[in-house]
């Protein structure tokens, strides 16, 4: 964690992990063509295959796997691009697991 633990007001992060849910089920359930919008990947693509990404590395446990099918398939399809292989961090570029007190 980035604060010390005197400093962390569990009710705000609920509160927050609450609302990601809300949203990841909105976005999940946006239908897909096979993109959000049409037959190619667009913006809103590439923010939710960067999302789904991102999300994966930091806070795993907020997506977990087959909870979120359309989210899992737009990531799959973004990670199967080469341009989106070509920036997956390797391991000493992630940040250090959650808990962990390093910052």
């Not at 089920?25 to 946006?30: I, N």
């Not at 959000?36 to 923010?47: C, E």
């Amino acid at each position: 964690m980035l604060r010390p633990q005197e400093f962390i007001y569990l009710p705000w992060i609920e509160r927050c992990l609450t609302q990601l849910a809300s949203a990841l089920a909105a976005l999940d359930a946006l239908p897909l063509a096979p993109w959000y919008l049409g037959p190619r990947p667009m913006q809103p693509d590439i923010t939710v295959g960067v999302l789904v990404a991102y999300l994966k590395l930091r806070v795993a446990d907020a997506i977990p796997a087959g909870r979120y099918p359309a989210l899992e398939s737009v990531s799959a399809a973004c990670d199967a691009l080469p341009e989106f292989a070509l920036t997956v961090p390797s391991a000493d570029e992630t940040m250090p697991a959650r808990g962990t007190g390093v910052a």
